[in-house]
């Protein structure tokens, strides 16, 4: 008899991390798994065929229970193994909803993404998930209606965080379709007769660095999923904190906040608590009052933002939410950001802290910040400096869904357009290096925008010409950030990361980009 044409199978494949040997260790179930001779163990959990719960949520009693309709969730996961030279390594095949069965922690995480990335072909990318970082996190799902490259998706590399690739394969033994996230998706003519050949082959190109000619930065920054390192980051945080090491431990707004609205901030909800004019890390800690700190305090405690207009909490987070770390744990650097670890390749640390240090310091000659308003500060600031103007909150309706654009805070008649911000998270100082990428490229591209842009300029400082394309090389794009740290300027890593995008756009057309560090003075409840 002929041999029986093997069907396709939608495979979802999981490597199982080294330390993991053992079944027990990898899955979870009440059921006994069942030996596959020269294989591997199934496990499964019992499921059992039930009324879907819509039927009564959204039903109630209008309808019989007696429908004939059920539902019901198989959960299966084949645990078998590969040989790697005198290494085991063990992969889980999920079926139903099988990796509910794999405990927390024990898949390779980006195993298939991995996969995915040494066996695309370039041109072949169809959908990709990703998470912006720099700024509050941001999430997002796009997919092609053809295959197209990486480039498509307008993907920057130093700021979005790939976390699944679907695309078209140039390996034939991995199928056509191939979709990668920590499991490896693949419709193959696979099954249980020639499974271990198959994961010998998904191993191999896992440990290829084919990825490398093309998208070598996917390794640049990743973010922390395995539970035992995100249990050591807390507890070297918490060792530094009850240590009063507080180099590299900040604590600051995670979102960007009306600062025209705040009263202050309080690290405890009653309205007698102390307001303090800004986050620190430091009379945070002094307001436990003698609490050490633990992981469970400062998730579980809340920082309150109080509303000027109505003295009520306008917004809350968690304290550690709010906390910004950076740590080394066995020489490689982690950054806690919004609440979530990452991991950062040390050779894109060294190129992102080179070019902060590289970036130079404008000479404008700005004030000290004194009071808690930056839109007074602006006008202040502007009034000190000569040929100055104050374009705070001058937003410019400008583009598609009537868009509102500030041009700057500052603009000189030396040609310095200045933005102004008050220190904070990653989110805060993103969007101070976005409004400037923004509207230096509409001032340089876009005349429309220079006739309303010179219709709010006072006279001294108006464009001689609005129609004509403006030098950007004679102009100096300046970051102004306000800190009340008696150290040089510092900033977080993310927001490094950020500036560097900023400066590299900036300067691609033509501008000049310096930083200035405003100092802070007195500093209200603290």
């Not at 490597?15 to 020269?38: F, G, N, T, W």
């Not at 039930?50 to 959204?58: A, E, M, R, Y």
């Not at 509207?439 to 400082?461: C, H, I, M, W, Y």
């Amino acid at each position: 008899m002929p041999a029986q044409r093997k069907k396709t199978n939608k495979l979802s494949v999981y490597m199982i991390k080294p330390h993991y040997q053992r079944l027990e260790d990898i899955v979870d179930s009440d059921e006994s798994p069942r030996e596959i001779e020269q294989v591997g163990h199934f496990v499964f959990a019992q499921s059992h065929p039930h009324l879907p719960d819509w039927v009564k949520d959204f039903f109630g009693s209008t309808l019989d229970d007696n429908l004939g309709i059920f539902a019901s969730s198989a959960k299966g996961v084949l645990i078998t193994s590969v040989r790697d030279g005198n290494n085991t390594v063990f992969f889980a095949i999920a079926f139903g909803v099988g990796r509910h069965l794999l405990k927390e922690g024990v898949m390779e995480e980006n195993f298939g993404l991995k996969v995915v990335l040494n066996s695309v072909d370039l041109g072949g990318f169809r959908s990709i998930r990703k998470t912006t970082l720099g700024s509050v996190p941001k999430h997002s799902y796009e997919q092609m209606s053809r295959n197209v490259s990486p480039a498509e998706f307008g993907i920057d590399i130093e700021q979005d965080l790939i976390s699944s690739v679907t695309g078209k394969s140039r390996d034939e033994k991995l199928g056509k379709t191939i979709t990668g996230k920590d499991a490896l998706s693949a419709s193959v003519k696979i099954d249980v007769t020639n499974i271990r050949e198959f994961l010998g082959h998904c191993l191999e190109r896992y440990k290829s660095t084919d990825y490398k000619r093309d998208f070598d930065w996917i390794d640049q920054i990743s973010e922390v999923r395995d539970p035992h390192t995100e249990t050591l980051l807390n507890e070297g945080l918490i060792s530094k904190l009850n240590g009063g090491d507080l180099n590299k431990v900040w604590m600051a707004v995670p979102e960007v906040i009306d600062w025209s609205d705040l009263k202050g901030f309080r690290y405890a909800k009653e309205k007698r608590g102390d307001l303090h004019d800004d986050l620190d890390i430091g009379s945070f800690l002094a307001n436990l009052n003698g609490v050490p700190p633990t992981i469970e305090l400062l998730k579980g405690q809340q920082v309150y933002m109080i509303s000027a207009a109505s003295d009520d909490v306008a917004l809350h987070w968690s304290a550690f939410r709010c906390t910004y770390a950076e740590l080394e744990l066995n020489s490689q650097l982690y950054i806690l950001n919004n609440g979530k670890w990452y991991t950062i390749a040390n050779d894109f640390t060294t190129q992102v802290l080179n070019d902060f240090t590289n970036t130079p310091e404008s000479t404008i000659d700005l004030p000290n910040y004194a009071g808690n308003d930056e839109g007074a500060y602006n006008i202040a600031a502007a009034s000190s400096l000569p040929g100055s103007c104050c374009m705070d909150k001058a937003l410019i309706v400008h583009g598609g869904g009537h868009s509102k654009i500030e041009f700057c805070d500052l603009y000189t008649t030396d040609k310095r357009i200045v933005h102004i911000k008050r220190y904070g998270g990653s989110s805060v100082l993103s969007h101070l290096f976005s409004q400037g990428v923004v509207s230096g490229e509409l001032f340089v591209s876009d005349s429309e925008f220079r006739q309303k842009l010179n219709a709010q300029l006072p006279t001294e400082n108006k464009l001689s010409d609005p129609s004509a394309r403006p030098k950007p090389e004679e102009h100096e794009v300046v970051y102004g950030i306000i800190s009340n740290a008696t150290t040089p300027l510092d900033i977080p890593f993310f927001s490094k990361v950020s500036l560097r995008n900023a400066r590299r756009r900036l300067t691609s057309f033509g501008y000049r980009v310096a930083i200035k560090k405003i100092q802070k003075i007195g500093s209200a409840g603290e």
